[in-house]
């Protein structure tokens, strides 16, 4: 089973900073990585596929990059709407795996 | 509009089961691959299982081989999944998800909770 490991657990913030949030994998997953972002009490929504294809809807302020085993997400100004937990996921090998999460608070 | 709607979830004693039931509409049911995702209180996304458009293949995480198993009609646009012999760690929100690994739509979940 491929483990994701998030970094860091909890990233306190501002609106208007910039968050990078990390992920690695404990092997290669090629660009099969995605990153997931959950509000309390909804399902996550789909940000980025495939590493750095932003999914339908998603503002451009949140990019992903990397490939092979280290992958990271990028919100370059932080709006209010964005502090919540942060997953990535590998689909790369079943069973897919997700990481154990990033919390983005406000500072 | 992609629409999952999910039921069935509930409270159950450990050892009984349990089917949820997920109602697809908004896309073509029979060309989609689609997945169970769970989370347990509190924690982090497990994929559970997923299932291929015309059901002939089936993944499952190991800690529910053989004791869960998903299906699908594809005449109902419906997706299941049969919990049998539920355990303590089971207790989770259940989500149906369109898609085999790619999860850009999710319904919007079901608790299941196994307690005594």
């Known amino acids: 089973e491929i483990v994701l490991t998030q970094s860091p657990a909890t990233l306190s913030l501002s609106p208007g900073e910039r968050a990078t949030l990390s992920c690695r994998a404990s092997?290669?997953?090629?660009?099969?990585l995605a990153w997931y972002q959950q509000k309390p009490g909804q399902a996550p929504r789909l940000l980025i596929n495939?590493?750095?294809n932003r999914a339908t809807g998603i503002p451009a302020r949140f990019s992903g990059s990397g490939s092979g085993a280290d992958f990271t997400l990028t919100i370059s100004s932080l709006e209010p709407e964005d502090f919540a937990i942060y997953y990535c996921?590998?689909?790369?090998?079943?069973?897919?795996?997700f990481g154990q999460g990033t919390k983005l608070e406000i500072k | 509009e992609v629409q999952l709607v999910v039921s069935g979830g509930g409270l159950v004693q450990p050892g009984r089961s349990l089917r949820l039931s997920c109602a697809a509409s908004?896309?073509?049911?029979?060309?989609?691959?689609m997945s169970w995702v769970r989370q347990a209180p509190g924690k982090g996304l497990e994929s559970v299982a997923n299932?291929?458009?015309?059901?002939?293949?089936?993944n499952y995480v190991v800690s529910v081989k053989g004791r869960f198993t998903i299906s699908r009609d594809n005449a109902q646009n419906s997706l299941y999944l049969q919990m049998n012999s539920l355990r303590a760690e089971d207790t989770a929100v259940y989500y149906c998800?369109?898609?085999?690994?790619?999860?850009?739509?999710w319904g919007q979940g079901t608790l299941v909770t196994v307690s005594s």
């Open positions: 495939d590493a750095s």
């Open positions: 998800v369109r898609g085999g690994g790619n999860y850009a739509y």
């Open positions: 908004g896309f073509t049911f029979t060309n989609t691959w």
């Open positions: 996921h590998q689909r790369s090998n079943w069973p897919f795996t």
């Open positions: 299932i291929k458009p015309d059901g002939s293949e089936k």
């Open positions: 092997q290669s997953v090629s660009s099969y």
